[in-house]
């Protein structure tokens, strides 16, 4: 069944934290433990400031998105699918929806995750390249794809 992403509301605030913790959490706490306090903190400055999507499978959230415009690319970031719901094909379902929109305007799309996260494997093929890294986080961009004529 196909998943669908619709624009986040207030209500979603808990579930998106939650999703966050479930998805991001155990790759946190191998590093610097996981504060809860800290943590939700975090979360509701970055619900302040970027536009938050929820994934939904049969209407029902799974995961988290916030993709926007800065510095003359697309950002993602926020990418959290719950743990029951990885490796099924719905985040390269998104990121295709994601990067097809991209391709269209000619954006170049940039993330970042943390180094120890197998995520960077599904980044890699969907095409997205690594541009630097530091001790914890590699950065990674992903150039517009021309459609074929």
Not at 28 to 50: C, K, N, P, T
Not at 112 to 138: I, M, Q
Request: glycine share 8%; charged share 25%.
């Amino acid at each position: 069944m196909a998943s669908t992403i619709r624009t986040a509301l207030e209500s979603d605030f808990e579930f998106a934290f939650d999703a966050k913790r479930q998805a991001l959490g155990p790759y946190v706490a191998a590093r610097w433990g996981w504060d809860d306090g800290f943590q939700r903190s975090l979360h509701l400055s970055r619900w302040r400031e970027r536009p938050w999507s929820i994934i939904l499978q049969s209407a029902t959230p799974i995961g988290t998105i916030a993709t926007w415009k800065v510095d003359g690319h697309i950002r993602i970031g926020e990418f959290y699918i719950l743990p029951a719901f990885q490796r099924s094909g719905i985040g390269s379902a998104v990121l295709r929806h994601v990067l097809g929109q991209a391709d269209r305007d000619n954006e170049v799309v940039r993330l970042e995750h943390l180094k120890w996260n197998p995520v960077g494997e599904l980044y890699g093929r969907h095409g997205f390249v690594l541009e630097s890294a530091n001790d914890t986080h590699c950065f990674m961009a992903r150039r517009p794809i021309a459609p074929l004529r």
